[in-house]
């Protein structure tokens, strides 16, 4: 049931376990479990109107004008007409709810894109094709190759051998890597028989709906037979098929509940610090309000005793005081209520729209390679932006691209610079510059023409058939898990479940040694041309213990060899003691390698003894069968054949976004801390932070907390905050901050000598998130300048965020890529999300969005500082001006007899908002700014001051307050004795109240034009038209409003007739103009001068810089990275533990995949040959990086030249 568009349905109370039938729809409907239908949006047409109305008046102000709009109906207490306040409130409601129509519309359309997606569902026997949202939980569903999977489900058969299928997951977590899952045998067997899987009639009992993307837990209970599930067997809603011709599941989760839905988080309704701040101010202005209407309403009840009763003659008295300032209370709370003016939301919301499309609008944030451009995907959080103190990113797709690339070799300890280009008569390295020729790899009809290297040198080498060259190649086309699919005669296509293994088999391939094909037993490549098959006798798999992964082979010729890869500390304990010189050498090189940020990995090789290796396959198969201690036992004998090795050495490198670098050092300038939440493994996570430099060699230390225990994981963060801080004291850290009653704790910022780091893994975090731990683990993450949180859940990652904002006073942003991001990037004050390869899960949960990380620093360095800068100029003009213009009503009451009378014309104050200050700004604040976007990058400090709020805040506030008050005393008394007991020039009196009120309203015009031109920073043609027409406006349209014809028109509205030409043609009223607007503007001009000579804010200094230097904004650098460190990031990427087993095991077979097997001999490439990779990179899912457009390859993709595009 839905009431008022939302979701009423009493939810199901403590889920235990979930009891499924297959093909029993009556059975599983008496569960009522929810169905396929998604629902993002939260109007429909009935209930739009109200329940959006309902939203609008929980804002402070709007109901306030509401109550304004009843009390001027009252014609009792009302001196102002009620269309002064109905018109502008229906202006700003009507402008709100036609934005958030058009995005619930929006919402809309998304749902019934979905909903209304195709899927095949067999009913009755037969596949009916039926819309995503009549799918329901116990269904049967077919999926085809490169489908959207439907809901989670439980796989019941494929297409593929030993009911395999392949999944990607990008949808889920950013990753384009394939993943393998595997039916049970005993639902496999029914392929695609559509009779026997309409008969199937299993009951799973399995685990309610939660988010935990990597675990389910059920058995299947079928022909009285129980059958163990876990997450191998299911499908999760979000993962596309791949590679597999169909498949059949069965529905265990659809619509909300499931796992994809269930990471996307509660959506809140996000406000900013400024925002929040308002309310606070509001509820200030009311009291002030208030207090100013009680005070005038006592002065009336004095004034009615006291001398009211001389006015009889004049003045209709009302008998009782009391009531009298009853009224007159009422009175003045319309008439001062320009101290909270509509105007002024409806000017903050046109600020905030135009500030989002200068964000959608700017093309350096445009990136060309996906035809993505920026967007603002709301137009309410733009000064936030300004305000950010930490960053929350995740790693996979967001700091990297997920391609890895081949670099650089040393082989046997010789070529220490494969790759480089040298200059042959300095024998320097030269950077690559898309200038210079990259590789002619013509000779190689298999290789990928999107491989660009430049080094000629080792290209020679193969073709020389040096022994080392060719022994280092071959090494890479055999030891690898890669699966190699042949659709048409050359069309290679890599299926690799890490990246890394698809970047080394794809430089070997176009190196002339080509992975052609595999089978359970054999390995075939073709070497420079010639085909040959090695027999694969062994795997030795990788796992994160062994950091290591070895195949034994026996080559044509029966020769047999073990081929090893995996990180250098790991594979040193193994070589041979001849190899020590080799090895000292090789260490050379790697240092030299990692010092440019790259990632190492060290080969190895070893001929084995026929007669040896049998005894040792005898024991491995024993060891592989046995119930007990099997792991241990293969362990020794994997230890046992992986020594005495010889040894070369080669680097990859994830690449890392463009900018990335940069990006990240220019945010750490504008003292914004950077914490990455990843669901990676912990070594992977360390190497990134240290290729992006994130952690540094440099920094004091990098603690390192792995715990397992909830005990342990304590004192680990204790003994790290002591380290950093050893004279911290255990409660000092928190302080109270109140607010509107409420005392959350705060923690306090901790002073610290040095830069350090944390990474955290997965159980340790779970443990340091407890209620009881978690200022603990705060304490100590906070001090850090870098924080990594590894093996992180979507959940977790959404706590930690939730974590520093309870208890931080500072805005947070979260940014990233994928289905596990979602609830991170809904927690956040601030969320971005990355499009691109990746989906569009974090993209449509998000505020901002945008293709590349490196266009972070530009949005929030230039667009997000600007916006801030822009708001708070505008609030502290607006305050001002508007209080200027109220107070002067409180003075002139104690001149009017506390009547209600207002001091200035009823057009005049109907127009003041609306006409004669309203353009004026806002065009300071959508067009001013303090130093241009080349400069603010220049300078990251200008970030600084928004993290304070030294812009706007509570003082800022008060000290505006008190201009005002200043102001309006200048503008009352100086004219009020300026014309007082004053003649004109022909001799008649001056000092009346229509004139009184023209020259006020005249200097309060003219005042507040001035002050606006001391706030603007540069006087643009915009600002000059903006201010001048203004000006010229309030003059044109009083002398047109005090004429004769417009007066005879309706007496009452124009009775101040004439007053225009009589009074505005005195000099003496032109002199006190003057002399008031110098009054009011003179503290300003002094106090502004003497705080910049005296202590000058950074801003200050770098626009005196900046006129100093004369000079345009600096230029883009294109700098390359110079990352000098001794650590070397270690192998295996992204590799999992028993990918090896499919391998042997004949699981992952293609029936229909082309190999060369049969005898053929391919001349060539096809026509429609697509390379896997882009650059020297690999993407894992064999296909176009970037769909839209091709990509065209730069000679400085293959090298990490840091290419910045930020103008």
């Known amino acids: 049931m839905s009431f008022f568009g939302l979701d009423c349905t009493r939810k199901k109370e403590g889920e235990v376990e979930r009891k499924i039938r297959a093909n029993d729809r009556e059975y599983n409907l008496s569960f009522k479990y929810a169905t396929n239908s998604i629902k993002t949006s939260k109007y429909n047409p009935f209930t739009f109107l109200p329940l959006n109305l309902f939203e609008q008046f929980q804002r402070i102000a709007n109901a306030y004008f509401l109550f304004l709009l009843i009390l001027q109906v009252i014609p009792a207490i009302s001196s102002l007409s009620w269309f002064t306040t109905v018109v502008p409130l229906v202006l700003v409601l009507s402008v709100t709810a036609a934005k958030d129509a058009i995005d619930d519309i929006n919402r809309h359309r998304s749902d019934r894109k979905v909903n209304n997606r195709k899927v095949n569902v067999l009913i009755s026997g037969k596949l009916i094709s039926e819309k995503w949202m009549n799918v329901q939980v116990g269904d049967i569903i077919k999926l085809e190759n490169n489908q959207f999977v439907t809901a989670d489900l439980l796989l019941l058969s494929s297409s593929e051998p030993l009911n395999l299928v392949y999944i990607e997951t990008a949808e889920l977590d950013g990753e384009t890597n394939l993943k393998v899952k595997q039916a049970l045998t005993v639902t496999g067997d029914m392929g695609e028989n559509l009779e026997a899987l309409a008969e199937f009639n299993g009951e799973v009992c399995c685990e309610p709906p939660n988010n935990r993307l990597d675990r389910f837990t059920g058995t299947l209970t079928f022909n009285s037979q129980k059958y163990s599930l876990d997450n191998e067997r299911v499908l999760l809603r979000g993962c596309t098929l791949r590679n597999t011709d169909w498949c059949f599941g069965l529905v265990l989760f659809a619509g909300p509940e499931t796992k994809l839905m269930q990471n996307c988080g509660k959506s809140t309704f996000k406000r900013t610090s ?125 700091l ?243 020594k005495d090795m010889m040894v070369s050495a080669k680097d990859k490198e994830d690449k890392l976004q463009d900018g990335v670098t940069q990006t990240l050092e220019q945010l750490a300038k504008a003292e914004i801390k950077i914490w990455v939440l990843t669901g990676d493994k912990q070594e992977t996570a360390e190497n990134i932070g240290y290729s992006c430099n994130l952690l540094r060699e440099e920094m004091n230390e990098v603690f390192v907390v792995a715990a397992n225990s909830p005990e342990e994981v304590r004192q680990e963060l204790r003994d790290a905050r002591l380290k950093m801080c050893p004279d911290t004291e255990q409660d000092k850290f928190l302080i ?59 959940l977790q990652k959404a706590q930690v965020v939730e974590l520093v904002k309870k208890y931080k006073k500072a805005v947070t942003l979260a940014i990233g890529d994928g289905a596990n991001d979602v609830s991170m990037i809904k927690a956040a004050h601030i969320g971005v999300g990355i499009s691109g390869q990746e989906g569009m899960q974090a993209v449509l949960s998000s505020d901002f969005s945008f293709a590349q990380f490196r266009f972070l620093q530009r949005l929030l360095l230039v667009h997000g500082r600007w916006s801030y800068l822009r708001m708070c100029k505008f609030l502290r003009y607006f305050f001002y001006k508007n209080f200027t213009f109220t107070f002067v009503h409180f003075w002139y009451a104690f001149f009017c007899g506390f009547s209600a009378q207002t001091v200035y014309d009823e057009g005049y104050i109907t127009l003041y908002n609306l006409v004669y200050t309203a353009l004026p700004v806002l065009g300071m604040s959508l067009f001013d700014q303090d130093v241009n976007a080349g400069w603010s990058l220049e300078y990251p400090q200008l970030y600084v001051p928004g ?145 910049s000579q005296i202590s000058p804010t950074i801003n200050e200094k770098v626009r005196y810089k900046v006129c100093q230097m004369k000079e345009p904004a600096p230029r883009p650098r294109r700098t390359r990275l110079t990352r000098r460190s001794t650590r070397r990031s270690g192998y295996a990427f992204s590799h999992a533990h028993g990918y090896g087993d499919l391998m042997t095991s004949g699981r992952f077979l293609r029936r229909n995949a082309l190999t060369c097997s049969t005898g053929l001999i391919p001349t060539g490439r096809s026509p429609g040959f697509k390379p896997t990779g882009r650059s020297a990179g690999y993407s894992p899912v064999g296909r176009e990086q970037n769909p839209k457009q091709k990509v065209e390859p730069t000679s400085l993709q293959m090298f990490r030249a840091v290419k910045d595009s930020f103008f």
């Not at 698809?502 to 089978?519: C, D, H, P």
Request: contains cysteine.
């Open 274 to 398: 400024i925002d929040r701040l308002m309310n606070v101010l509001v509820l200030f202005i009311f009291g002030l309000l208030a207090l100013m209407c009680i005070i005038l309403a006592v002065g009336n009840g004095i004034w009615e005793n006291h001398a009211g009763s001389k006015f009889k003659a004049f003045l209709p008295r009302e008998e009782n005081t009391v009531f009298s300032a009853f009224l007159t209370f009422w009175s003045y709370i319309i008439i001062l209520n320009t101290v909270v003016p509509i105007s002024l939301y409806v000017s903050m919301e046109v600020i905030r729209l135009g500030n989002s499309y200068y964000i959608n609008w700017d093309r350096t944030m445009y990136h060309a390679g996906s035809d993505t451009p920026a967007e603002a995907r709301t137009t309410t959080l733009n000064e936030e932006l300004g305000q950010i103190k930490y960053i929350f990113s995740d790693k996979t797709g967001t």
């Open 400 to 642: 990297t691209q997920n391609i890895m690339t081949f670099n650089k070799c040393s082989i046997n300890g010789k070529s220490p610079h494969a790759g480089d280009v040298i200059d042959h008569y300095s024998g320097q390295s030269l950077e690559i510059t898309e200038e210079m020729t990259p590789v002619d790899f013509s000779f190689n009809r298999l290789a990928d023409p999107k491989f660009l290297f430049y080094d000629h040198s080792l290209v020679e080498g193969v073709k020389l058939e040096l022994p080392d060259v060719h022994a280092f190649f071959r090494l890479l086309a055999l030891c690898h898990t890669v699966m190699a699919e042949e659709k048409r005669e050359g069309d290679l296509v890599y299926q690799a479940q890490s990246p890394d293994e698809g970047a080394l088999v794809t430089a070997a391939r176009n190196f002339g040694f080509v992975f052609r094909s595999r089978s359970p037993e054999t390995v075939t490549i073709e070497e420079m041309g010639i085909q040959r098959t090695y027999e694969l006798l062994a795997i030795l798999d990788f796992n994160n213990v062994r950091k290591r992964m070895s195949v034994i082979v026996r080559n044509p010729e029966g020769k047999l060899s073990l081929y090893c890869k995996g990180a250098d500390t790991i594979i040193y304990e193994r070589l041979h003691p001849s190899c020590s010189e080799v090895m000292k050498v090789t260490t050379e090189h790697l240092n030299e390698f990692a010092g440019e940020g790259l990632r190492t990995l060290v080969l190895a090789y070893k001929d084995l003894d026929e007669e040896y290796f049998s005894e040792w396959k005898q024991r491995h198969h024993e060891s592989s069968v046995a119930l007990e201690d099997r792991e241990e036992k293969l362990e020794k004998l994997y230890e046992e054949i992986e």
């Open 736 to 794: 109270p901050e109140i607010i509107l009653g409420n005392t959350p704790k705060v923690v306090q910022d901790e002073n610290v000598n040095g830069e350090y780091g944390l990474v955290i893994n997965g159980h340790s975090l779970a443990f340091a998130l407890e209620s009881n731990m978690e200022l603990e683990f705060l304490r100590t993450a906070c001090i850090c300048q870098t924080v990594i949180c590894c093996h992180g859940d979507g």
């Open 947 to 1091: 993290q304070l709020s030294q812009y706007f805040s509570k003082r800022a506030f008060m000290m505006c307050a008190l201009h005002s008050w200043y102001s309006s005393l200048v503008l009352f008394f100086v004219p009020y004795a300026a014309i007082y007991d004053t003649a004109r020039d022909n001799g008649k009196d001056g000092t009346d109240y229509q004139s009184f009120a023209l020259i006020t309203e005249t200097c309060l015009t003219v005042t507040v034009c001035v002050q606006l031109g001391l706030d603007l920073s540069y006087w643009t043609v915009v600002n000059h038209l903006f201010v001048w027409g203004s000006l010229g406006m309030f003059f044109i349209l009083t002398f047109t409003m005090y004429t004769d014809g417009l007066y005879r028109l309706r007496p009452s509205s124009f009775a101040f007739i004439g007053t225009a030409r009589n009074c505005l043609n005195q000099p003496n009223v032109w002199l006190t103009v003057a002399l008031t607007a110098i009054l009011c503007v003179l503290p300003v001009v002094v106090y502004r001068f003497l705080s």
